[in-house]
């Protein structure tokens, strides 16, 4: 039986369920290195986190109780250690440090006349006197406290409004802070009155309740806003609206322009195609819309030559999709807030363009480059250029591959010219 009879509950306590620190002084010693990662969970009045800092590990300790993080950090605030010798200074403590050893003699050493083993004392490394250690830089962080409404409870505007003035009496007195002592004060904080967040989503349709009139300096509307409601009612938008957006006809379509939108009206004169582009999670990733106009780039893997053809100039961006196969128009972000990168590529494309797209995977990589994105109107000019081409090689009165189409300029949101 191994029993540790030498160690008994903490002395001179800070916490009521505190540990001994030779208890965790063993474990740890047993079980670590120095520069390890020690993990506690449940950190009471951070023995743990004490003991590591102590025997040089790295760690982390949490706890439920802020009264438990508080003491915490305040006992590695006011501690001071040893310093003990590094085995490789120029490693860090990493590298372990100088320990103690002592002979190992047994009796076939002695009866044998052979060299006693030395045994390394773990628990006793060298110690520079001329040195005192503190705690190395740590940081305290805290979520939230979770706060349950009822589900009846729609709305507590009696409770924002006193936070809201607490907030306004906060902020009006102690101002805000910024580096080397720098301060901002205020002389009169006012709470602005105004309408809870909206915010549409790309391809969704717009109703009155999302509308706001409002009156503002000529000088602060931008070139080509729309200032009649009935003008924007029923539309869609085009990428994603949020409050106190103006809206221009850049921003706003007479189709949603969704995945399901364009699979309803395909009449088979046009068809849908999904490539896989190997560089789009580094690239484009996220960032192609519904709707974009984008030109596919060819590599051939043999010659390592790039062309853009003729005949994928101009093409409609239908959605992107993950590796799990959904679409833009359905990701949903993750439990960390990231989001899944679309793998795939769906395009809007004639039989022509369909047959050459598969011609091109075997042996070449793809890429997109992003064209245009705007109203549809002067989308469907890109797009028109580009059924022209294709009608004139299917003619014959144009060689594939000769000939692009024409060069469009469109009308940018500023009210300048875009050239492709």
């Not at 100088?98 to 083993?117: D, F, Q, R, W």
């Not at 109703?207 to 000529?218: G, H, L, M, R, Y």
């Not at 924007?232 to 103006?246: E, H, P, Q, R």
Request: glycine share 8%; with cysteine.
């Amino acid at each position: 039986m191994n029993i540790w009879n030498d160690t008994q509950g903490a002395s001179d306590k800070k916490y009521v369920v505190q540990t001994s620190e030779k208890v965790i002084q063993r474990c740890m010693l047993m079980t670590t290195d120095p520069g390890d990662l020690v993990v506690d969970i449940t950190c009471g009045s951070g023995t743990t986190a004490y003991v590591a800092e102590q025997w040089g590990r790295r760690w982390i300790t949490c706890d439920t109780s802020r009264v438990a993080i508080a003491l915490a950090k305040q006992r590695l605030m006011t501690a001071t250690f040893d310093y003990y010798k590094l085995a490789h200074p120029e490693q860090g403590v990493g590298s372990g440090f100088v320990y103690k050893t002592a002979p190992h003699v047994t009796l076939g050493s002695i009866a044998n006349n052979e060299p006693s083993a030395t045994e390394t004392l773990y628990d006793q490394p060298e110690i520079d006197k001329t040195k005192v250690r503190i705690t190395g830089p740590f940081t305290v962080e805290a979520l939230p406290a979770p706060v349950v409404k009822p589900l009846d409870d729609v709305s507590d505007l009696e409770d924002n409004t006193a936070k809201h003035t607490d907030w306004k009496d906060e902020l009006l007195a102690t101002g805000i802070l910024g580096r080397n002592g720098s301060k901002i004060e205020f002389s009169r904080v006012e709470t602005l009155q105004g309408t809870k967040f909206l915010h549409v989503k790309q391809g969704n349709q717009i109703s009155d309740a999302q509308i706001e009139t409002v009156e503002v300096s000529k000088t602060a509307i931008p070139k080509g806003t729309i200032s009649e409601k009935s003008a924007v009612i029923g539309k869609y938008a085009v990428s994603n609206l949020f409050a106190g957006d103006f809206f221009t006809k850049t921003k706003l379509t007479d189709e949603a322009n969704t995945a399901d939108d364009i699979f309803s009206k395909l009449n088979g004169s046009q068809m849908a195609i999904s490539i896989t582009i190997d560089s789009f999670a580094a690239g484009l990733s996220g960032k192609l819309q519904n709707g974009d106009t984008v030109s596919i780039l060819v590599t051939n893997k043999d010659t390592k030559d790039t062309v853009i053809p003729g005949e994928l100039k101009y093409v409609k961006v239908i959605t992107t999709t993950t590796a799990g196969g959904v679409d833009k128009d359905s990701v949903k972000a993750n439990d960390d807030g990231s989001y899944e990168l679309p793998s795939t590529i769906t395009l809007l494309v004639s039989t022509e363009q369909a047959k050459q797209l598969a011609g091109y995977e075997p042996d070449s990589t793809m890429q997109a480059a992003l064209i245009y994105r705007g109203d549809n109107a002067t989308a469907q000019k890109f797009l028109d250029a580009e059924n022209e081409y294709l009608t004139k090689v299917k003619a014959g009165t144009v060689k594939s591959g000769t000939n692009e189409p024409a060069q469009i300029v469109a009308e940018n949101r500023t009210g300048g010219t875009e050239h492709e």
